[in-house]
Nanobody, 119 residues
């Protein structure tokens, strides 16, 4: 059973940094093809993709976070991370961890962690 648990959210001033973590269980990071990533949803807005990392460690970023955010994966800890620098008030959202295995027609989501950036 796949479970994703996010942590690391909080309140930070504009220009500050936060690192989000997503601890995964039920996933063998060293097997199969998959994409893991971070998405976010601000109040009144649709959920949007922030960054992804594939099983082959190819990364992809939304234009709005390119150069400020870095996604990474640690197989030993079955976790992915999102290092967020130079945070802006418009980065305020609930951030969700996502796992999409290529072998299954579905996505798995964590419960989300709130990030609030004050101006």
């Amino acid at each position: 059973q796949v479970q994703l648990v996010e942590s690391g959210g909080g309140l930070v001033q504009a220009g500050g940094s936060l690192t989000l973590s997503c601890a995964a269980s039920g996933i063998d990071f060293g097997f199969g093809h998959y994409v893991m990533g971070w998405h976010r949803q601000a109040p009144g807005k649709e959920r949007e993709l922030v960054a992804t990392i594939t099983s082959g460690r190819t990364t992809n970023y939304a234009a709005s976070v390119q150069g400020r955010f870095t996604i990474s994966r640690d197989n030993a800890y079955s976790s992915i991370y999102l290092q967020m620098n130079s945070l802006k008030p418009e980065d305020t959202a609930v951030y969700y961890c996502n796992y999409r295995p290529m072998s299954q027609p579905r996505d798995y989501w964590g419960q989300g962690t709130q990030v609030t950036v004050s101006s």
